[in-house]
């Protein structure tokens, strides 16, 4: 059983560089950025091998007061969004150091190990994003806020969509029951 915390942040046309036209990660609004929870189970399927089901809840936003671009500033726009996510992945230890013999629980518990490992997965993210109007949130979807409900406009867009998270990271073993990674 595993807990986490992390961060989170929105990269798109909200807020952002005082710029038009700024790249991939130059554009990102660090006073955007969010808190994440998230818990998972791990199984070991062998010496290098584990399956983990992961739930995942954080938030994220984007406002064009926070930059001083005037054509995004005067359009004012803005959102959040709380996001909930339930993944499963593969991980791999590609990496071993010290004794990962966890089969031998005496072993393990007088030798701390750790390990380099790569993760795939596949899940599921739900987002709703709201604006604020006179101080109270609204959900942006009914509004068709990008032209959706217009003749030759977009579809709705779902409130879900498919995820693939890849990772790598460190795991050391503080004992047979504990990591920390």
Known sequence: LGFGVGVANFLGELGGRDQVGSDFIYDLEFRETRPTL?????????QKFYAKAQFA?????GN???TEEIFRRNRNLHFRSSIFELT????????????KSRYNRVSSAKRSTSSVYLSLGAGVARFNPKGNFDGEWYALRPFGT???GQTGGPE?????????????GFRYDLNADWTIG
């Open 88 to 99: 499963a992945h593969l991980e791999y230890d590609v990496i071993q150091f010290g004794n």
């Open 156 to 168: 709705d867009y779902s409130l879900y969509t498919f995820i693939l998270p890849l990772g790598a």
């Open 146 to 148: 990008e032209g959706q």
């Open 38 to 46: 998230s818990v998972n189970y791990r199984y070991q399927m062998g």
């Open 64 to 66: 064009d007061a926070l």
């Open 57 to 61: 809840f954080g938030f994220v936003g």
